[in-house]
């Protein structure tokens, strides 16, 4: 549950301040560091706050977004302090209560976060992601008995939030009651059998009890359901090992290793299988990959030396052995494994000394048993099917965790990501490194060759947040493109790269002044029309969500931000009358781009998220084909097509455009082809 409430967490604070927000007088510099907060750029927005603090140290606001700032960073500590200041400034701030409860939680602070969050359900009895935290923080102590009576309390309220049957299961068993684990993951199935994480525990469950059997059926179903998740592999192929089936072992450790390279189970895992049938190169080959990921996982260096004898090579034996030792001085076999190595190196001394010792360490056993770590208590009888039992039924799967707590399994915010369309592209400095250099376009070329620009500008749909040292470096260029205007008034350029100085500082208003300058001084600046229309976009959304966005988060407004079959649009834009006026200068600068650059196939994309947003589903359509003629491997235009094709009932062509942007490297596709087609 971890992850989905952490993902919960922003909104559910930004919802619950929107009321005091309203009523208070803030400044232009509260507004601009809520916008960075508002687009996740945290060090931005603290900065801002920072400034806000030293100036009007009285106001509980700026203190409050710090704190949610300071979350998002995981400075746990720091925000505690920060809801501290609020709440003596003013103690009736829900969200202040909810922000520290969470703050406090993370940081082990137990007692006090529950009385947090006992205190902001006090404000707010029904707020969803209180209920689910505070649930969280009763399995944290331990008091299972209320975290079950949490959510059946819920699931009496019909919430329908698939994650409460899951955690009742997995509390269950946590519990002890094995039983009762296994009969609500039968009712989970039984309500809905195409989900793989049913399965996929019960699988768990049934394996932890020796249920081999069925066990094996479960993660054969859950497989069927989802071919992404390589903890069903390696428990499948646990099983299958047992079974001595070897070659579906090995084909089941493959797809894992396949899906993961890193994880260590995994290769592990095989490199037992590969020992069994006698594949010892292959065998080490994967034991010095997981050794790799791993310097400390000692099962992996004793097998590697378990090999290294076995095919006589007893310079590699003698040396792992003797790493072992280093960590564990008492654990007997290394001894007598490092000693065969000796031995026949020829180092006779060093080799009975090795066989004293273990033999002195046995007279001992069960004084030095106590002392010794579970981590190296590896029995000289243990089978190679034992040590896997004992080591990696789990496949990676701890039913003590969430099952939020792995990005395998699919958070319920995850999911939900997956089919919320490709945001807009916008002009930047700064990218991902995987989106560079996959976007070109002659305009933007052109300005980089004038020189102006501190750097060469970027088309991305994926930006990067500014650093501490990149702020400065862009504060310091607002200043210096201010003295250049001073005596070059008429020079459009230099108001353009102000007003992308001014975007990526989150001061959207002096943004679009200084690209309304460029256009007025030359109308044909195709670029500066782009940008205005994205930055008038963006402050359209953030204001709208602040002010349509109730104190109280509701199960209704939750349930459909978490649904996961729930088809969600770019940047929603609320198409309230109200902001018909703010629509249209969006729309007429998107207009004004294609007209002065109708193979800029950007603007056709954006207006169609515009378009998506305001529910014209089918000229949104017609838009992303625009894009997609203009140039054939736009992914993401295939991506959010698809989406809005299947939204409108067209699933067949949807689908279609989803596996073709898959193709194109939006592999998220993949899964969401899986689940749609349910």
């Not at 750029?41 to 100036?55: A, E, G, P, V």
């Not at 299988?273 to 080490?284: F, H, T």
């Not at 707590?405 to 930047?428: P, Y």
Request: hydrophobic share 35%.
């Amino acid at each position: 549950m971890k992850e989905f409430l952490k993902y919960a967490f922003l909104s559910a604070l930004l919802w619950f301040s929107s009321v005091a927000y309203a009523q208070l007088n803030t400044d232009r510099l509260l507004s601009i560091g809520r916008n960075a907060l508002y687009f996740e750029d945290y060090i931005l927005s603290i900065q801002y706050f920072n400034q806000i603090i030293r100036i009007k140290p009285y106001l509980a606001e700026p203190y409050y977004f710090r704190a949610i700032a300071k979350i998002q960073l995981e400075d746990y500590e720091g925000a505690e302090q920060d809801i501290n200041e609020v709440l003596l400034r003013n103690p009736f701030i829900a969200g202040a209560f909810y922000a520290r409860g969470f703050a406090r939680k993370q940081i082990g602070k137990f007692s006090e976060a529950e009385a947090d969050f006992d205190k902001a359900l006090e404000f707010s009895p029904d707020n969803l992601s209180v209920l689910l935290n505070r649930i969280e923080l009763y399995e944290r102590q331990e008091k299972y008995d209320q975290a079950l009576q949490e959510i059946d309390t819920l699931i009496k309220r019909k919430v329908e939030l698939d994650v409460l049957g899951f955690e009742r299961g997995r509390l269950l068993f946590m519990k002890g009651d094995t039983l009762g684990s296994l009969q609500s993951f039968d009712r989970l199935i039984e309500q809905d059998s195409t989900s793989d994480e049913g399965w996929g525990m019960r699988g768990l469950i049934h394996l932890q009890m020796g249920n081999r059997e069925a066990a094996l059926a479960d993660y054969n179903e859950a497989i069927k359901r989802n071919r992404y998740n390589s903890n069903y592999y390696i428990n499948r192929g646990i099983l299958n090992y047992w079974k001595k089936n070897y070659k579906g072992a090995l084909a089941d450790f493959d797809r894992a290793i396949e899906l993961d390279p890193q994880n260590q189970l995994s290769l592990f895992n095989r490199a037992l299988l590969r020992d069994e049938v006698g594949d010892y190169d292959r065998a080490i080959d994967d034991l010095n990959k997981t050794l790799q990921l791993n310097p400390n996982f000692y099962e992996a260096l004793l097998k590697r030396a378990e090999i290294y004898i076995g095919k006589g090579e007893w310079s590699s034996a003698e040396r792992d052995f003797t790493t072992i030792l280093i960590r564990y001085p008492n654990f007997v076999p290394a001894y007598y494994g490092r000693s065969t190595a000796r031995r026949n190196l020829g180092m006779v001394q060093s080799a009975y000394l090795d066989i004293e010792t273990a033999q002195q360490l046995e007279k001992n056993k069960d004084k030095i048993k106590k002392e010794i770590s579970t981590e190296a208590q590896y029995a000289d009888e243990e089978s190679v099917q034992d040590r896997t039992k004992d080591f990696d039924t789990s496949g990676g799967t701890d039913l003590a965790k969430s099952k939020y707590d792995n990005k395998l399994r699919g958070a319920v915010q995850n999911r939900f990501a997956d089919v919320v369309n490709e945001r807009n592209f916008a002009i930047s400095y700064y990218a991902h490194t995987e989106n560079t250099g996959q976007h070109y376009y002659k305009c933007i070329a052109e300005i980089d060759n004038s020189g102006i620009l501190p750097a060469k500008l970027k088309i991305t749909n994926n930006e990067l947040a500014l650093t501490s040292s990149s702020i400065d470096f862009h504060n310091q260029s607002i200043n210096h493109f201010s003295h250049l205007i001073q005596d070059n008034a008429d020079n459009a350029y230099l108001y353009f790269g102000r007003g992308i100085d001014y975007a990526l500082t989150q001061d959207y208003n002096s943004a679009i002044n200084d690209f309304s300058n460029a256009i007025a001084i030359n109308p044909e600046f195709v670029i500066a029309y782009f940008c205005r229309a994205n930055i008038r976009y963006k402050q359209l959304e953030r204001m709208v969500n602040d002010q349509e966005k109730t104190p109280v988060e509701t199960e209704e407004n939750l349930l459909q931000k978490n649904n996961n079959k729930t088809l969600g649009t770019v940047q929603h834009i609320s198409p309230d009358k109200k902001y018909n006026y703010d629509f249209e200068l969006i729309m007429r600068d998107y207009d004004k781009t294609i007209e002065l650059a109708p193979e800029f196939e950007y603007a056709w994309f954006n207006k169609a998220n515009l378009l998506c947003s305001q529910k014209d589903f089918r000229s949104a359509i017609k838009h992303y084909s625009k894009a997609i003629e203009i140039n054939p491997e736009f992914a993401e235009a295939y991506f959010n097509r698809g989406l809005t094709r299947i939204y409108t009932g067209d699933t067949k062509d949807g689908f279609a455009d989803l596996s073709k942007a898959g193709e194109l490297g939006i592999y998220q596709s993949y899964n969401l082809l899986k689940r749609l087609k349910k």
